[in-house]
């Protein structure tokens, strides 16, 4: 109901009394008065309630909204939280795996490494073994053996081998004739002209010396070294009468050191040659006896110095040797 509406109802409200008789009410007037006011106050109250009304439903909407976005949001979280859960679980799991597998790993490489060193050993002790016999045999000196090593490293060293193959040459060149164990005597220390039948005799320790050494691959560069250092370079070496690069850089080598140390060593059956005089020998083999790039390396070896520094090197370490077995 409008204001008007309201004002008209009120004007038309009868106040004058039933009977016409009677005399008439003063005061209708304020009474309409009052009642107006009345209707007014009324309709106040009743428009600041609907107002009221209205705005409580419009907040409670709003509220309505914002708590269905909030309950979805929280759903929304509580989903990403649940995943990042399994991510973080997953990820986690394939940490550990992961660092399970590398510790298997690396104990599995372990072991790998305290077998090939023990294997190692085992075989440095096959070395020492099979020289001792053959030194006794031989009589040749454990210095001899030392200094051609020494020879070896340094020559292969200079070629820019890996250290660890260095090392293999060097190990290895110290069987260069084990195989005499097998040699008779009268044969290997006669001080005469060998007969072509005792040379026959003597080509065979190259052949003995790599089966001496069998099969194991910690041996492979020895035994090519045992049964080619008397190849020559142009194919007129035994047994095999192999040249060139068919005989194995490591027997090349060695080939030359054992050559040059023999040379400038005294013997049973000669003097010892003076270092310059050996390595003219050796350089006149070049090309024939000896790989010629390698005597080239041998030379320059020589001219720095090296040679003579490992051999007086070596001839110290046996003093010191022999100075510490003659006190026990
Ligand atoms: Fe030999
Ligand atoms: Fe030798």
Redesign the pocket.
Known sequence: MSNDDTKDMVETVDVSPRDPDLPQVPGGDVFRQLLHQAVRVADMANSQAMRMALDFAKVYEREQGVRAQFENQLKQMTLMEKQATRYAEDLAGMLRSERERRQELERALEQERIASEELRRTGLQGISHLLLAATIKDR?TGT??QR?RRYVEAIAERLGLQSALVEEFGYSSVM??VGKIHTPDHILQSEHHLSDAEFSVIKQHCIDGEKMLGTARFFETARAIAREHHERWDGKGYPDGKKGEEISLAARIVSIA?VF??LTSKRPYKEAWSAEAGLKAIEAGAGERFDPELVAGFVALAREGVLERISSEVAASSDDEQLGSSAK
Do not use: F, R, S
Request: hydrophobic share 35%.
């Open positions: 040749t001899h053996l051609v260069h004739d054992d140390d023999a």
